[in-house]
């Protein structure tokens, strides 16, 4: 069979989150841009183990609410309807 038909990279890549030490102040918020990046992307199981926080989680809801609020302010939709959705979750 030739070469050309050959599907050699069969996978995709995982997604990257950069994220800085847990310890940090920090942490936190990157963790909720980490799930929405996740959740954009069509991933949140990668970015829940990257972070170790789940979907939802209540720690976060600020940094959410403030993802929210700049989302709205600057016109990016898609970030602003998966921060509300991350909201409700952490409602239930």
């Known amino acids: 069979m030739s070469r050309a038909f050959v599907k050699e990279d069969d996978h995709e890549r995982d997604p990257e989150f950069r994220l800085p030490e847990p310890d940090s102040p920090y942490y936190d918020e990157a963790a909720a841009w980490a799930l ?31 993802i929210l609020a700049e989302g709205e302010s600057a016109g990016h939709h898609r970030v602003a309807q998966l921060a509300r959705r991350f909201l409700r979750a952490a409602r239930r």
């Not at 929405?36 to 609410?65: C, F, K, M, N």
Request: charged share 30%; glycine share 12%; proline share 3%.
């Open 36 to 66: 929405i990046q996740g959740a954009d992307e069509g991933d949140s199981r990668a970015a829940e183990l990257s972070t170790g926080y789940r979907w939802g989680e209540a720690r976060l809801v600020p940094h959410v609410e403030k």
